[in-house]
């Protein structure tokens, strides 16, 4: 079993960063982890993942601002996230799932609370 915990949102002003976290408890190790996010009105949408050997994938939208990474020694998950712009407003959660694909994640994956991430113009 599987339990994530995220955190790290917030409300800052557009150009500004934010760093979010998951703690999991439960070994995630050889899993693919993700952060993921929905806008109000708005599907859920992939953002970042990483897999057990830490090839790291981002959505276009956010390559060169966010970055994912994991410290697998204090199980956690973070996503650095700069120059964050309003249509970066979202929730935004933490998934575990055995492969990397998105069906996956949403199929059978492990999901956190959500933490809100508000960027204001």
């Known amino acids: 079993q599987v339990q994530l915990v995220e955190s790290g949102g917030g409300s800052v002003q557009a150009g500004g960063s934010l760093r979010l976290s998951c703690v999991a408890s439960?070994?995630?190790?050889?899993?693919?982890m993700a952060w993921f996010r929905q806008a109000p009105g708005k599907e859920r949408e992939g953002v970042a993942s990483?897999?057990?050997?830490?090839?790291?994938r981002h959505i276009d939208s956010v390559k060169g601002r966010f970055t994912i990474s994991r410290d697998a020694a204090k199980k956690t998950l973070y996503l650095q996230m700069n120059s964050l712009k309003p249509e970066d407003t979202a929730m935004y959660y933490c998934?575990?799932?055995?492969?990397?694909?998105?069906?996956?994640?949403?199929?059978?994956?492990?999901w956190g609370q959500g933490t809100q991430v508000t960027v204001s113009s």
């Open positions: 998934a575990a799932s055995v492969g990397c694909s998105i069906i996956g994640f949403l199929q059978s994956g492990w």
């Open positions: 439960g070994n995630t190790d050889y899993y693919c």
């Open positions: 990483i897999d057990s050997a830490g090839t790291t």
